[in-house]
């Protein structure tokens, strides 16, 4: 099984810049679909995006165009690039990780519940 470490949040504000990384251990890094997810105070943990093995990517359409997901294989890290945010952005950035065939991402990737293994979480703040 994989270990996942998230850093890199911070407090910023409105129209600002943060990057994301999440460091995984354990296990063949590239066999896994790995996702960001976001949970604010009060609501339910949501979908950011995912990337696969060979780097397609999915977005939420709240975030896309604004935040990049990118992993390096080599160094079993995962990064989320996060431009132009917004107060609303404002919550706790968990990575998250999927055993699958051949490292690829599927539509069931969309749903929570179907991730199975999961960092700790990075708090993200955004002030206006």
């Known amino acids: 099984q994989v270990q996942l470490v998230e850093s890199g949040g911070g407090s910023v504000q409105a129209r600002g810049s943060l990057r994301l990384s999440c460091a995984a251990s354990?296990?063949?890094?590239?066999?896994?679909?790995m996702g960001w997810f976001r949970q604010a105070p009060g609501k339910e943990r949501e979908r950011v995006g995912f990337?696969?093995?060979?780097?397609?990517?999915n977005y939420a359409r709240s975030v896309k165009g604004r935040f990049a997901i990118s992993r390096d294989n080599a160094k079993n890290t995962l990064y989320l690039q996060m431009n132009s945010l917004k107060p609303e952005d404002t919550a706790l950035y968990y990575c998250?990780?999927?055993?699958?065939?051949?490292?690829?991402?599927?539509?069931?990737?969309?749903?929570?519940?179907?991730?199975?293994?999961w960092g700790q979480g990075t708090q993200v703040t955004v002030s206006s």
């Open positions: 998250a990780a999927d055993r699958s065939e051949d490292g690829l991402c599927y539509a069931r990737h969309l749903q929570v519940d179907q991730w199975n293994y």
């Open positions: 354990g296990d063949t890094y590239s066999s896994y679909c």
């Open positions: 990337i696969d093995n060979d780097g397609s990517t």
